[in-house]
C-alpha cells in the first residue's frame, strides 16, 4: 500500500500519494481554511486535543514538537552534541520529515477517546515511538533553544502550514511561527494536573516513573521553556486561553472545535 505523508519537500496539493492540504468537500467552497495554532506547557494535553481537534474538523494534523525530538534523535545516533549549533542546523538541512494520516477515532475500554497516533518518518524511518520517552523531550527542549536550528526548522513548519487548513500545536505556534493564524489558543493547567497526566501516559507506554519525579521534570520543563532567549513559551497575542485542569479532555476539544466553527461561519 501507498505510504500516505505530508512533506515539506513537496507542493502538498498535488502530489501523488501524498495528503492533500485542500479540504474535500469543504462548506467553505473555494476560501482558504484557516491555520489553528495550539500553544502551551508541556502536559497540558495539546498534542492530544490538537489530533482530535483536525479529526472533527476533518484538518491536517502537525507536530512541531515532533519535529524537534526527531532532530535531537538523529543527533544522539550521529554523536553530535546537543549544543553543537552549527552541526545540528546542518543536519536538518539532511532530514527529511513526514507525516502520516492519523488514526481513526475509536474509543478505549474506559469509553474516552483514544489519542490518535500520528506516525513520523524521518528520511523514510518511522521514529514514532522511538521519540516519545522523557530523555528525547528534555533533549529536544535543549536544541529547540539554539537559534539556527530554529532557523532551520522555522521554514519546514511553513511550508507544511502554507495552504492553511491545518491543526498545529508547540510553544511558539502563534507567536513566531504563524503570528497570522487565523484561530490561536492557549492550551495550559496547573503543574500538578499536568504531570500526572503525563505520568499515566508513561505508565500506559509500559515506561516506570515515580509520580514526584515527573512533577519535578515539568516543573523543570516548564522553567526551561519560559525563559529561553529564543522564543520563550508565551501566551500568543489574541490568543483564547483554555484551562484544561478541571476539564476532560471531551470538553477541551469540543470547545475549541465550537470557536474554530465559530470563525468560520464568521468567515463565510
Given at each position: 500500500?501507498?505510504?500516505?505523508?505530508?512533506t515539506p519537500s513537496q507542493s502538498p496539493a498535488r502530489v501523488d500519494g501524498f495528503m492533500s492540504l485542500k479540504i474535500v468537500g469543504s462548506s467553505t467552497?473555494?476560501?482558504?481554511?484557516?491555520?489553528?495554532?495550539?500553544?502551551?506547557?508541556?502536559?497540558?494535553g495539546k498534542s492530544t486535543a490538537a489530533r482530535l481537534l483536525a479529526q472533527q474538523?476533518?484538518?491536517?494534523?502537525?507536530?512541531?514538537?515532533?519535529?524537534?525530538?526527531?532532530?535531537?534523535?538523529?543527533?544522539l545516533e550521529r554523536g553530535?552534541?546537543?549544543?553543537?549549533?552549527?552541526?545540528?542546523?546542518?543536519?536538518c538541512s539532511a532530514l527529511r520529515f513526514q507525516f502520516g494520516t492519523l488514526e481513526k477515532p475509536h474509543l478505549g475500554a474506559d469509553g474516552l477517546p483514544v489519542i490518535p497516533r500520528?506516525?513520523?518518518?524521518?528520511?523514510?524511518?518511522?521514529?514514532?515511538?522511538?521519540?516519545?520517552?522523557?530523555?528525547?523531550?528534555?533533549?529536544?527542549?535543549?536544541?529547540?533553544?539554539l537559534p539556527k536550528v530554529r532557523d532551520a526548522l522555522l521554514e519546514v513548519q511553513r511550508v507544511f502550514g502554507r495552504e492553511g487548513g491545518i491543526v498545529m500545536e508547540g510553544r511558539d505556534i502563534g507567536t513566531v511561527i504563524f503570528p497570522d493564524a487565523e484561530v490561536?489558543?492557549?492550551?495550559?493547567?496547573?503543574?500538578?494536573?499536568?504531570?500526572?497526566?503525563?505520568?499515566?501516559?508513561?505508565?500506559?507506554?509500559?515506561?516506570?516513573?515515580?509520580?514526584e519525579t515527573v512533577i519535578?521534570?515539568?516543573?523543570?520543563?516548564?522553567?526551561?521553556d519560559m525563559n529561553r532567549k529564543i522564543a520563550p513559551l508565551r501566551c500568543a497575542e489574541g490568543a483564547q486561553i483554555i484551562d484544561s485542569t478541571a476539564k476532560t479532555l471531551p470538553d477541551v476539544v469540543a470547545d475549541m472545535?465550537?470557536?474554530?466553527?465559530?470563525?468560520?461561519?464568521?468567515?463565510?
Open positions: 500500500a501507498t505510504k500516505k505523508c505530508l467552497g473555494s476560501k482558504r481554511l484557516p491555520i489553528v495554532a495550539i500553544d502551551g506547557p508541556a502536559g497540558a474538523l476533518g484538518f491536517i494534523m502537525i507536530d512541531t514538537g515532533a519535529l524537534y525530538r526527531t532532530l535531537a534523535l538523529n543527533a553530535i552534541a546537543l549544543n553543537d549549533e552549527d552541526q545540528l542546523a546542518l543536519l500520528l506516525p513520523i518518518y524521518c528520511n523514510g524511518i518511522d521514529v514514532t515511538d522511538s521519540i516519545r520517552t522523557p530523555e528525547l523531550g528534555m533533549a529536544a527542549s535543549n536544541v529547540s533553544k490561536k489558543f492557549y492550551l495550559t493547567a496547573s503543574v500538578e494536573s499536568r504531570a500526572t497526566r503525563r505520568w499515566e501516559e508513561l505508565k500506559a507506554a509500559g515506561i516506570e516513573r515515580e509520580l519535578r521534570e515539568t516543573q523543570a520543563r516548564d522553567e526551561q472545535a465550537q470557536r474554530v466553527r465559530a470563525y468560520l461561519r464568521d468567515a463565510t
